[in-house]
Structure formats: structure tokens, C-alpha cells
């Protein structure tokens, strides 16, 4: 074999590229893209103001002042005035445990709840389901004073447990579970109970591995739910070293003036959070929400 052969033979024979051709998107999607872009330029604005607010020096943020969307001296003299009263950290740790708090029993109450009533047949059955659905229609202000007096009466005032126990009902978080839980095949089950599981087991090792998005996106709602609270966290939590992060904001740093740079400073920190979760979180609750549509 000569030298050609060898490196003819050597060499891979050659694929025909394949040139994938540009599909142009129709007029409906250029509207659509360009009305969402719109829409979240629009939704952005109060944050990026707020974010350029609070690096601005308190004579540029005050009132009279022309404005700027870019602040013309940088300064971090309202982040630095709230890490050295304290009381802003404070706030944001309880906010922290009480969502926490109430994030895990919604999910575990809601999750025990959806799944006996995805699975079981017991005598009232739909009339218990109706009443829990009925519960969406009732506001929440409405329970206010019976669940201060109840909060009274158990001498949880003023703590993390009466900060957090009544904000774990979740009918709607109830209704959304049983519904992912009705389209998960009884197939699965009906295998593990053929291996000796029981339904707690089934429960742990079966349901909730294949309701991950839509725990995850339970969970996320909730949290937020909780650390966006403040009318009953503004009843119960007398003490400013109680208070969670709204109530802080709205209720002692307005005893400190109008200073309007600490104070977007201060809702930024407090959005920071939640945006953390959100980014890390996203995919599974885009899954979880579309899933339940679908389902």
C-alpha cells in the first residue's frame, strides 16, 4: 500500500454539513417579544431606581433635587448607616426564621393534606375538600381578631411561634398539590406497596421525588408570601427586636426621618433575598406552575 492509500485510508471520510436555515419569525412573535420586553422594562424601572436611590448621598435623593438616574457622587452611606444601627440585620434574621418557619408546616400540613384527599375515600370527603376550597374566599383580614385573641390566649404574643403559626393555612396550596397528585399514576404506588411500603413510605419515597417542581414552587410562593407580610406581623410583633422586615421598615426607620437613600437602600437589602431564591430557584418554578396547568 502506498503512502497516498495509507493516509487515504487513515484518513475520516468526510460528513456533508448539513446548513440548518434561518427560520424568520413571524410578525405575531416580533409583537409579542417586543411587548414583553416593554412590559419587563416596566416592571424593572422601580427597582433600578431604587438601586441607584440608594447609592446616592441624602442631598441628591432629597426632594427638590433634579433627578438622575445615575448617581453623580457614589456613596454607600446609607448601606453603612443601617449595618451600624443593627436593628436592620435584626429584622432580616427574623424575617428569615419566621418564613422559614412557615414555609416547612404549609409544606408539610399541605402535602399530608392533598395526599389523603388525593388517595383516600373517607365518609364527608368533598364536603371537607369544599370547605377547605371555600376557604380562598375569605379574606384574611377577616380573621385577624380571632386569631389575635387565640394568639393571645396560648401566650404567644411576641414570639416567633405566634409570628408564624397563623400564617400556615394555605387552602389554595392544598388545592394545587392534590391536583399534581391526582395525574401521578397509582402504578407507582401499587409497586411499592407490592415491596412491603406503607402509604407513609409511598408518601416519602414515591409522591414527593415526583413532585419536585411543584414543591419547589410551593415552597418559593410561600416564602415569599410570609416575608412580604405585614399587617399581622404588625399586631403581633410589639418589640422592635421582634419585628420582621416590612414592619421595621415601615414602622421604626419612619421615626428616623425621611432619608430617602438609607431607606431604598434598606427595601433593596430586603428585596435581595427573595431575588437570590428567585434566580436560583426559577427553573423549578416555571416547571412546577406549567405542570400544574398542564395537569
Known sequence: MTALQEKQVAAPSARPVVRRRFKRPSVGAVIVYVASAALAGLWLLPLLWAVSTSFKEETEA????????????????????????????????????VSTIVTVLTLILCVCAAYGFSRFDFPGKKIIFGAIIAGLMVPGEALIIPMFDLVNDLKLGGTYWGLALPQVVAPVMVFILKRFFDAIPRDYEEAAKLDGAGHLRVLWNVIIPLSGPIMAAVAIFTFIGSWNNFLWPLLVATDPSMMTLPVGLGVVSGGYGLFYAQNMAAAVLGALPLLIIFLIFQKQIVKGVAGVGLK
Not at 66 to 87: K, N, V
Open 62 to 97: 432629597s426632594l427638590g433635587q433634579d433627578i438622575h438616574w445615575i448617581p453623580q457622587d457614589w456613596s454607600i452611606q446609607g448601606y453603612r448607616t443601617l449595618f451600624e444601627r443593627g436593628d436592620h440585620l435584626t429584622w432580616m434574621i427574623n424575617s428569615t426564621i
